[in-house]
């Protein structure tokens, strides 16, 4: 039984039932490191990072911020994790695109001592692990070369040419997906496929 104001209220649920929402946030921490690989305060963090259901929240029902904050308050639990918590459906529906955005791509550009650099890291699902493989291709007639990192029966990931073409990929959640465009293995093995730096960004304008 929940009464006063919307903080009373929340303090009263956070403390009634504090055991209770420790044993679902363990619940929710091993789920998640089972599910995306990663441990609660991390999943909160960037969940929240990369929605806006604060925003909206505030401008429609602000009153529910202020349960939600007495009820952190009651359990002893951070406010962000009690939340996060609220957004059964929204985690549900969000959560894999979300943490899809994982590789890091790293551009250096070449100095008098030592060449330019691009690399990146490859967040792939764990069923991938241990088919990684690297893919030499000779064009003989053009005297090119390229190195794709891919894995078996996919064309490419990422990779780099003798012609000094690097090729790293991520996800731009930011920009609405093509349902009609070239597919991404194309786009890397084209880009590595053209004989100089300007030739591939002419191919990825095109």
């Known amino acids: 039984e929940l009464h006063g104001t919307p903080f009373e209220r929340g303090v009263q649920h956070g403390t009634t ?3 209770e929402i420790a044993q679902m946030l363990e619940r929710w921490d091993r789920e998640l490191q089972r599910e995306h ?3 609660l305060p991390a999943f909160v963090e960037r969940f929240l ?4 259901y604060d925003a909206a929240t505030r401008r429609w029902l602000p009153e529910m911020l202020d349960e939600v904050r007495g009820i952190a308050a009651g359990a002893g639990q951070p406010y962000a994790t009690m939340f996060a918590w609220q957004l059964i459906d929204e985690v549900w529906a969000q959560a894999p695109s979300i943490l899809r955005e994982k ?3 790293v551009g250096v550009d ?3 001592d ?5 690399a990146q890291n490859l967040d792939v699902p764990r069923w991938y692990h241990g088919f990684q493989c690297v893919l030499r291709l000779r064009d003989e007639s053009r005297g090119l070369q ?3 990192v891919t894995i078996p029966g996919l064309v490419a990931a990422c990779g780099m040419s003798s012609a000094r073409v690097g090729v790293a990929c991520n996800t731009l959640l930011q920009l609405r997906p093509c349902r009609d465009g070239l597919p991404v293995a194309f786009v890397v093995r084209g880009l590595l496929a053209q004989p100089d730096h300007a030739a591939a960004l002419a191919f990825l304008n095109r």
């Open 37 to 39: 690989h990663l441990a």
């Open 146 to 148: 390229q190195l794709v």
């Open 110 to 112: 070449r100095r008098p």
């Open 114 to 118: 030592q060449p330019a650099i691009v």
């Open 49 to 52: 990072a990369a929605t806006s």
């Open 17 to 19: 039932l504090r055991a």
């Open 103 to 105: 590789c890091t791509s």
